[in-house]
Nanobody, 123 residues
Framework: QVQLVESGGGLVQPGGSLRLSCVVSSGALDFYAIGWFRQAPGKEREGVSCINSHDDKKFYRDSVKGRFTISKDNAKSTVHLQMTSLTIDDTAVYSC????????????????WGLGTQVTVSS
């Protein structure tokens, strides 16, 4: 069983930044890739970014490339998602999930999930 807890969401103006954090069960980062996902009202959940456990290879969906950065702090068992140049279209509940490895097409599936954190981009 892997536990994940997200934090860092909030209300931000367009063009602003937020950093999300996902604290993962101790040791899990050695075996699981961690993905960030989001679900906007009335839309399906989509994969946003993912970082592998074994090689730290990173993946991003096209709409966030150059704006979002995923990183991992093994000592703190935490994965961050730094989000910059936020737009209204980034408004969603953001969740992190643990899966065996990342896939380049960022499927919206994971073996374990956090509860999510709300990100609202509004003026």
């Amino acid at each position: 069983q892997v536990q994940l807890v997200e934090s860092g969401g909030g209300l931000v103006q367009p063009g602003g930044s937020l950093r999300l954090s996902c604290v993962v069960s101790s040791g899990a980062l050695d075996f699981y890739a961690i993905g960030w996902f989001r679900q906007a009202p009335g839309k399906e959940r989509e994969g946003v970014s993912c970082i592998n456990s074994h090689d730290d290879k990173k993946f991003y969906r096209d709409s966030v490339k150059g704006r979002f950065t995923i990183s991992k702090d093994n000592a703190k068992s935490t994965v961050h998602l730094q989000m910059t140049s936020l737009t209204i279209d980034d408004t969603a509940v953001y969740s992190c999930g643990a899966r065996p490895w990342c896939d380049a097409d960022l499927p919206s599936r994971a073996d374990y999930w956090g509860l999510g954190t709300q990100v609202t981009v509004s003026s």
